[in-house]
């Protein structure tokens, strides 16, 4: 990547919430790449741009607070420092809180890679009366400073060119670099000369023994294979200097206090700002709540108020339009063609077209909550309720909306920074009972329970919530490691949201999802065509119907024959198909008989619960399921979750009918 | 490298070590200087990249006796657990 035919690489970096997104976007514009680092389910942002004729690439590194690999950000971030060998690292800082900002600046100054300090959001820190001076800050640091405030694009083209000069002038790079304090110094030297000569390339020495005095564990793991048996004589010297990392934070912050002196004025203390005003209620533990869930209630309705009838004129006006259209154009074509055009395909495309208006207002709605800096407090509130399943305050938010739709849940969840909280939030994800199987349930319950539908409706509806919390709490203690995250964060200054980046937010993640999970969907949508259609022609003697068919004895278990196994199948393209499959294979329409009158006598009320108790629970849609291996990236994880919801939709059914009938009630 | 499941103490020692209290026990508005930190080497690093280091002054922001604490400290504001906030140990000024 360095130097590489004349191109030049930043490596952008920063902590989270100071705008470095902002920053990437500006440089970048609409040319960047996304995909995810090798082997991590952390994303990766690679821009390229033209500047006076140089190729320059610009990678977008995860924010984070410091390069100690607490986290898979900070492994990430460090690695690619090391490693990439960037021509220039660009820092960029948000100057309302600079002291804090800086650690990351001082860990990165240990590293070879030239540094340029991007110093963001000076409106901010202006408004909250800290005044910066920062020529005074670039004298004290020795690396150039770029004053900037870049969401109105102010200072990004001035970083771009000191990017470029710093990369092709290497040699005038002469920083001050920060020293640990003097109490540790003579044993970091000891530690400096035993692993002298054995520091694997492309390792500075000096960074190896500070991260090793810091406890690093993976590059301990690293020396001691790398020193073999002159392992021993360091770790029993870091054994006896257990405190040392606290020595390397406080020479940090020492070293950061003594640059920023001269280069800051502060405010009088005792201001009372508007963060400080607005907090007093958006963190309060009554008003707080109350706050959050008109937050959500305002995000609800937009996404189901707007949506809901744009889908419905989507569906009408351009799926089955364009179903009707390739019939009459293909009419005289064979009919398979014709079927899986309009069948198949159509309903695919039809499928990812109507989720992308609530989509698209569901991504705008988090872009605007995110950018004001509410998510933080919405997850303060909600964190005391979720971390004892190993969730997060902001896995709350993810799943309450999934009970509209699981797909925005599934992409919701990127507002989570924990990546095993992330994770887990998205494997129980399927579990909110989302609209279309509240249909279903809705069409079913009448026709199976009569009177007595309202309170098994309710009840089938509060049975995922319920296998939600368990299979969370479950997942959490054996699959995921059982340990709790320590919950510690920063809550950001609130700011006015900057419409034109939500844009070009919402724009990037619609288009990602159209190329990942869209195609995904398509290809599903063909391929459950394909079985329902051949070779006959007709469901009923499908390949879909001799599965169904191969599965009766499951069925029968609880109480159900082979067209509701098939329907159950059909469910996933879209969880509505159960109710036109069913309509199909039983023969509604025949003689003018009604869904209800066919299916009416079909089951015993024990049986008709376990089948809607399975659809409730049942392996989510293929939508869902593409939303799942979109985001988690992994094909294992996203199957894992699908076999257990499978397995445990099928024993609730079975649980339900076989306890039926041991108790003799509803068979 | 240490086994990173035992809890590590670190003490760095205070000029009057009778006056540290948790950070749980500081009152709204009033203001403590940090001077120790414990709990598991995962913990102490992200405090202390998040600011937490001896000799930091810390400002109580938000405490209601139960439930998460909100303070203030190099310019910024941390939300942190009750559990979390009896590993720090300040000094009340």
Known sequence: MNGQGGAITIALTGQPNVGKSTVFNVLTGLNQYVSNWPGKTCEQRIGSLNHNGLEIQVVDLPGTYSLTANSVEEQIARDYIIQGQPDVVAAVVDAASLERNLYLLAELLSLPSPLVLGLNRLDVAEKQGLHIEAHVLEAALGIPVIPMVASKGQGVRELLEACVLVAC?????????????????????????????????????????????EGDEEVGRMMQSSLEERWQPVHDILLQHEDAFLAVASGRYEWIGRMVRAAVVRPKPGQVTVTDRLDRYATHPVWGLLILLCALGILFFFTYALGSPLQAWLELNVVQAGAVWVSTLLAAGPDWLVGMLSQGVIAGVGT??????????????????????????????????????????????????????????????????????????????????CTARLTVVALLSPIFFGPNAWWISLLLIALPMGVLLLMGKGLHEFALGGEHTAFIMELPLYQLPNFKEIGKGVWQRTLDFLQGAGTIILVVSVIMWALSHFPGGEIEESFLAVIGRALAPVGNWMGLDWQMMVALLTSFVRKENTIPTLAVLYGAGQDGASLAQVLGGQLVPAAALAFLAVQVLFVPCVATVAAMVEETKSWRWTMLSVGLLLVISLSVGVGIYQGARLLGVGV | MTNPSKSLEVTIIAPNTQALHTLCDLPVGGTGIVRQLSGGREFTNVAAS????????????????HGPLIVSLRDTRVALGRGEAVKILVEVV
Not at chain 1, 403 to 421: D, Q
């Open chain 1, 352 to 433: 990812v077209l109507t989720l992308l208006p609530i989509l698209v207002i569901f991504f705008i709605g988090l872009g605007v909550l995110e950018d004001l800096g509410y998510m933080a407090r919405a997850a303060y509130v909600m964190d005391r309720f979720m971390h004892p399943m190993g969730l997060h305050g902001k896995s709350f938010l993810a799943l309450f909306l999934g009970f509209g739709c699981n797909v925005p849940a599934v992409m919701g969840t990127r507002i989570i920074e924990s990546p095993k909280a992330r994770l887990l939030t998205i494997l129980v994800a399927p579990l909110a009972p």
């Open chain 2, 50 to 65: 998040l600011g937490f280091t001896p000799g930091v002054e810390v400002t109580m922001v938000q405490n209601y006796h």
């Open chain 1, 169 to 213: 002038n290497p040699h005038e790079y002469l920083p001050n670099r920060p020293e640990i304090r003097a109490d540790h110094k003579a044993v970091m030297q000891e530690i400096s000369t035993l692993i002298s000569g054995r520091v694997p390339e492309p390792y500075p020495k000096d960074w190896v023994a500070s991260k090793l005095l």
